[in-house]
């Protein structure tokens, strides 16, 4: 391993200008003439807009335009669209309403929008929004996810029942039957909190027309520019995908949340060419809350199904899923595809059917969220395994390890096939880096003090790498899912990777020139990473569901290789040898068997000045280009356990210890790495314990501002444990799995599975804030007067 | 935010005058409640008046048995007294346990008073440390001047000028902070002094801060957790919102309440 080769902890290069407060996001982008967007929102959960008076705003100082709905539809504008189709068990497809940027007759949730006013600055827009008269028909609202069809309101026309979809996976017969030979059958009810996403910088977008050239330019807070481009253009119809350049520079954080594409965007480059001014719009706080598309919001009950010698047979899941008031871009695959396939975890269950009810309500729409589908998923495994360990008498790690797959490639009933791992060996690791064996001697020694200590495990699995192009289009998706590359390299040896992953804290800009590095034999500083523009990188998926080492690197893999190959045919030329006996070894061309040798550049100066081939022998230059498709899912998975001391007097559950086995595949850079694991953890801990957005039976938020949505804290966390075990992924070049999720996947359960330890019963549900603990701490005190 | 003019007098005297002069003025010192709430335009004062530069409100002076504070005096400027650890370490302890180190390095003792939030900390300490607070007009007795939530005894254009405190010979706060937000879900100071035992509370109570007459009663029978045992807050007063309601807001007044007890008993 070289110092800046894969496997080196290298120092993140993209830190100096971060911390020196040098980076540029897009708000940081100011263009002449620029004006300013103020959205009017919708202050109600659910009403009809009677009429929307704009002419006092548009006579304000500095307006100069008011745009709605009506507008949008005048020229032409699409709404914002779903791009996964899923069917209901009857073969009807899903019940999309409309979705228009600006609101069209309705409003559909609080911060919905009504219209925007475009001005000279951005308190001359928010003062002419106040004027703005909107005549509404106020109409109740359906809140509560579990309630949804039952509700005499409707929020979509198409869907009657605020159904979108009743859809389902695996096979409903062979999960009865093995329920009917059952043992034991353990039942459980979750609820798996709604969140809001909050990365450090909120959403943006600048929109510009170029009336000479009829180019559109959107600098935009985005995970993924060139989808965003292509939605924008060939759905929404803002601009033709020629003509139209997305640019996501430095973005501060997304957790999926800057996935999708808003309505936000999409005005400011529409607007841009009606006012001839470039046109801005940050998102402040509040908005943040009200708009971004919020994560998980499930209602499950789930049954586990075990026979006498204490094997699962069997799993039955029942889920209503929350999407909120309008289909965000990828909502409907979250509660489906990504959530039900991982059912199955790390065990081998031979038997799962579930079903999933995807429903409409008068709140934000719910999208991905760090994991999207897989903590929730991993909630249900994890904590209906923990509980018929309970209910069996036995150790949870112990039932743990008696159902876990243990031979791969292993075709679980709901989809996926698991090519490789070894969780026994993530679960010694984990039980030895935890001391378990003493754990009883800590947990009297906290009841001495008068306090309730628990141990709870999470073993999780979540599928990365997303994703196989074909196998996504057979599901329903709307695009492929592959990723690509390109590798300039320069006359003097300097390379750039223009990569269609995107950078927004992940460190790729360190990662990615690692791999360059080490296949090249070039140091690391002569190695610069190119993304997030749509002029400079052809075509791209963006970065999400940790797929950007698995599939982005793999795509600069292959590019690479044909650099090599093509650098081979130059050495050759050069050094007078034939191209077979040329070999690439530490940086440099050689011929085997002799001392007779080209540096890496030596050979980039070659392939450009061209004067030792000609042009129809060989083309000059040295750029190649690649397209990576992954074969299969990535699956990382790893062992998590998690250990809480319970003050009963108050409720507070302070987390002791944290141990983190998990198996992420070959690892670029272990710093980065545990960097990610503990962000995710982080993450995961305030589900468990923290966040929680609520909105009350009218539909506002109430959760709507730091005030009153806890995120987590540096005092809520332990010092982590962490450690890793590897079985490198067989589907790609590098033997990458992904490292970006795993946390916020593994932690909900194992938070919640270690305070109903520390408890003793089951009842608490997540965010199990200090007044929900000590409730709970109440009843178990209690001798059993429920029963 | 809306367009507001702003004024930064150098004297309380000044900043009266123009108090006075504009009829819709707000002060500003420190500003954590009122800046927020004027960018959400929730709040919209034509003239601001930073009290940020005026000398006189600022100090903290010892004198016999009582220790008198500056009404711009920051948070953490109290928190890392050395008169003030020495003399009432219960206060410091208290201002260091107020929001994060940006709301410690801005916010103000005066400002927190006069804002008189049902959740802040300020006001407990007040109450349980017999304070005097000193206006530009008067002296005010901190029992008459917390007239509940958001309101107090300050007349239109009142200023603070300094907050006198009463040494006890023991004393500690309790706080259970909201989670999210870091003001007191529920704080309780225990103070024990010549004349008697002062137990306030704040966060809990739907009216503001109160004090616990039946605790001070038995405390000053046994200044011990145990005397409190039996002793309870009615729900009845109580705030109720997401993070906590009625029923585990009187609970956790008594918890620390005892925990209160406990850490002052323990100091010599």
Known sequence: MSATGIGAPVRRKEDQRFVTGQGRYVDDFNRPGQAYAYFLRSPHAHAAIRSIDVSQAKAMPGVLAVFTGDDLAADRIGGLICGWMIHSKDGTPMKAGPHPALAQGKVRYVGDHVAVVIAETLAQAKDAAEAIAVDYDVLPAVVDTAQATKASVQVHDVSPDNTVFNWHLGNKDETDAAFARAKHVTKIDLINNRLVPNPIEPRAALGEYDPGTDNYTLYTTSQNPHVARLVLSAFIGVAPEHKLRVIAPDVGGGFGSKIFIYAEETVCVWAAKKVKRPVKWTSDRSEAFLSDAHGRDHVTHAEMATDENGKIIGLKVHTIANLGAYLSTFSSSVPTYLYAPLLSGQYDIPAIYCEVDGVYTNTAPVDAYRGAGRPEATFVIERLVEKTARELGQDPAEFRRKNYITQFPHATPVIMTYDTGDYAASLDKALELADYRNFQARKQDSARRGKLRGIGFSSYIEACGIAPSQAVGSLGAGVGLWESAEVRVNPTGSVEVLTGSHSHGQGHETTFAQLVSDRLGIPIDQVSIVHGDTDKVQFGMGTYGSRSGAVGMSAIAKALDKVIAKGKKVAAHVLEASEGDVEFKDGRFGIAGTDRSLAFGEVALQAYIAHKFSGQELEPGLKEGAFYDPTNFTFPAGVHICEVEIDPETGVAKIERWTAVDDFGVIINPMIVEGQVHGGIAQGVGQALLEGAVYDQNGQLVTASFNDYCMPRAIDLPSFQVGMTVTPCPSNPLGIKGCGEAGAIAAPPAVINAITDALGHEDIAMPATPQAIWRAAQKARMPMAAE | ?268
């Open chain 2, 1 to 268: 935010m809306y367009a507001f003019e702003y004024h930064r007098p150098a004297s309380v005297k000044q900043a009266a005058d123009l108090a006075s002069q504009f009829e819709d003025s707000k002060f500003l010192a420190g500003g954590h409640t009122l800046l927020p709430t004027m960018k959400l335009r929730l709040a919209a004062p034509a003239n601001l008046v930073d009290l940020g530069q005026i000398a006189e409100l600022r100090g903290i002076e010892r004198s016999g048995s009582t220790v008198t504070i500056g009404a711009m005096m920051k948070h953490a400027e109290v928190a890392n007294s050395g008169d003030i650890r020495s003399s009432i370490p219960a206060l410091a302890e208290m201002a260091e346990l107020i929001g994060d180190p940006h709301v410690r390095n801005r916010g103000t003792i005066g400002g927190s008073i006069a804002n008189n939030d049902p959740s802040a900390d300020y006001p407990a300490a007040c109450l349980a440390l017999n304070a005097t607070i000193v206006t530009d007009r008067r002296k005010i007795a901190a029992d008459d001047f917390f007239q509940g939530i958001f309101s107090t005894a300050l007349d239109e254009g009142e200023l603070i000028t300094r907050v006198a405190f009463q040494t006890p010979k023991q004393a500690a706060y309790a706080k259970f902070r909201n989670p999210a937000s870091r003001y007191a879900l529920v704080g309780v100071f225990v103070a024990r002094h010549a004349d008697g035992v002062r137990v306030a509370v704040t966060g809990a109570g739907s009216n503001g801060v109160f004090r616990v007459p039946e605790m001070e009663a038995a405390l000053n029978l046994s200044f011990t957790p145990e005397a409190l045992d039996g002793i309870s807050v009615s729900t009845d007063a109580m705030n109720s919102d997401i993070h906590a309601d009625a029923a585990y807001r009187a609970h956790l007044v008594g918890v620390m309440a005892r925990r209160a007890v406990q850490a002052a008993a323990s100091r010599s």
